[in-house]
C-alpha cells in the first residue's frame, strides 16, 4: 500500500525504493501488478444432500398426480433411504414442484374435553370397487380415529361409531354431523332445530349416551375439526399407499388399508405437532379422556354347546339338587 501510495504522490521508482528501502525491481513488481485486472476464483458450489434423492421425488410427486403427497411423507420415505437431511430441505424443494395454492380463511371455534366429537364420510372411489372411510375427530384433543369400508349404510355406521368409542376409551357429550341420510331423515320436522333422526340413530346414541347434532345446511364446514383431518388423512396417509401400490400395480383395498391405518394413527397423526393448537393431540387426548363418558357394559352372551344325542338335557353346572331327583320326580308324576 506504502508503494501505491507514493506512486500516486508522482515518486519515481527510484525515489520510491530509496523510501521503503526496497529494490527498484521489487517496486517495479508491485506496480505493475496492481496494474492487472484482479481475478477472483471461483469457489465450486457444493452439491446439496438433497441431490441424490431428487429423482426419487420428483418420481413419488409424479405417480400421485393429480394428487399431492406432502412433504413430511416424502421427508420420512427418503430417510428411510438414507437421506440425513432435515425436513425443511425437503419442504422447500418440492414447494417449488407446485403452484402454492392461497390460504382459506376458516371461523374456528373450540369446545371443552370431552363436549365434541366430529365424524363424517371420506370418500376416496364410488362405483363398482367403493372406498370411503369413517372419521371421528375429538374437538378438544383433535384424536382421530379412522376405519375404511366399503359402504356407508347405516349398520356400518353404527360399527364403526362402537370401534370409535372403543379406541377412544369413553363416549363424548355430543356427535356433530352433516345431513347424512344414515343420521337425519327430516330437518326440523317437529320444529325449528328438532330433527327426525335414523331411528337406529336415536338407539346408539341412548345406549352410549351422547347427543347428535347436526351442522347448519350448506355449511358443512361447521365441523371444520374433522374436515381438515380428512384432507390430511387423502394427502398423508391415502395418496402416498395407494400410490406405492399402484406402482407395483396393487390396488389399495379396504382390508389393506385398515392393515395400515391403525399404525399411522398411533405413530404419525396422533403423535404429530398440530399446527393449530401448538401441542400433539395425543397430549391434549390425556386431559380429554378422563372428560369422557364410559363405555357402557357390554353383555356378552356366550352359546352353549348343543349336547350329544343320548345325553341328559339337564345343565351341567351345579344346582341345589341332582338332576336324578327331578327325574325321579316327574316318574312319580310330582312335578
Not at 409424479?62 to 432435515?86: K, M, N
Not at 343420521?183 to 346408539?204: I, K, S
Not at 378422563?290 to 344325542?309: G, S
Amino acid at each position: 500500500m506504502e508503494i501505491h501510495i507514493l506512486s500516486r504522490q508522482g515518486k519515481s521508482i527510484r525515489e520510491i525504493a530509496r523510501i521503503t528501502g526496497l529494490s527498484r525491481n521489487t517496486v517495479r513488481k508491485y506496480l505493475r501488478d496492481a496494474q492487472r485486472k484482479p481475478e477472483y476464483s471461483r469457489r465450486k458450489s457444493r452439491g446439496s444432500k438433497l441431490d441424490p434423492y431428487k429423482d426419487y421425488l420428483e418420481w413419488r410427486i409424479a405417480s400421485a398426480q393429480p394428487e399431492r403427497i406432502p412433504a413430511t411423507v416424502l421427508h420420512r420415505e427418503i430417510r428411510a433411504l438414507g437421506f440425513d437431511g432435515c425436513e425443511r430441505l425437503v419442504r422447500n424443494y418440492v414447494r417449488s414442484l407446485y403452484p402454492r395454492p392461497a390460504p382459506e380463511p376458516e371461523n374456528r371455534f373450540e369446545t371443552a374435553p370431552g363436549q365434541q366429537m366430529q365424524v363424517d364420510w371420506c370418500v376416496f372411489r364410488r362405483g363398482r370397487d367403493p372406498l370411503s372411510a369413517f372419521v371421528a375427530t375429538l374437538g378438544f384433543s383433535r384424536m382421530s380415529f379412522v376405519e375404511f369400508t366399503t359402504s356407508e349404510q347405516f349398520e356400518i355406521l353404527r360399527a364403526c361409531h362402537e370401534h370409535a368409542f372403543e379406541y377412544f376409551g369413553g363416549v363424548p357429550q355430543e356427535v356433530l354431523y352433516d345431513n347424512m341420510r344414515t343420521v337425519v331423515l327430516q330437518r326440523d320436522a317437529y320444529g325449528p332445530g328438532q330433527h327426525r333422526f335414523h331411528p337406529g340413530l336415536w338407539d346408539l346414541a341412548r345406549h352410549f349416551g351422547f347427543m347428535p347434532r347436526l351442522c347448519r345446511p350448506y355449511r358443512a364446514r361447521t365441523k371444520g375439526k374433522v374436515e381438515r383431518f380428512n384432507r390430511y388423512l387423502r394427502a398423508s396417509f391415502y395418496v402416498p399407499l395407494a400410490s406405492r401400490l399402484k406402482a407395483v400395480g396393487l390396488p389399495l383395498d379396504a382390508d389393506t388399508a385398515n392393515a395400515e391405518v391403525r399404525r399411522w394413527l398411533d405413530e404419525v397423526a396422533n403423535v404429530r405437532m398440530h399446527r393449530e393448537l401448538g401441542a400433539r393431540p395425543i397430549d391434549r387426548f390425556a386431559e380429554e379422556r378422563k372428560a369422557l363418558q364410559p363405555l357402557p357394559v357390554r353383555l356378552v352372551v356366550v352359546p352353549q354347546e348343543a349336547p350329544a344325542p343320548g345325553a341328559s338335557r339337564w345343565p351341567t353346572e351345579t344346582l341345589q339338587r341332582p338332576p336324578a331327583i327331578y327325574e325321579q320326580l316327574l316318574r312319580e308324576g310330582v312335578l
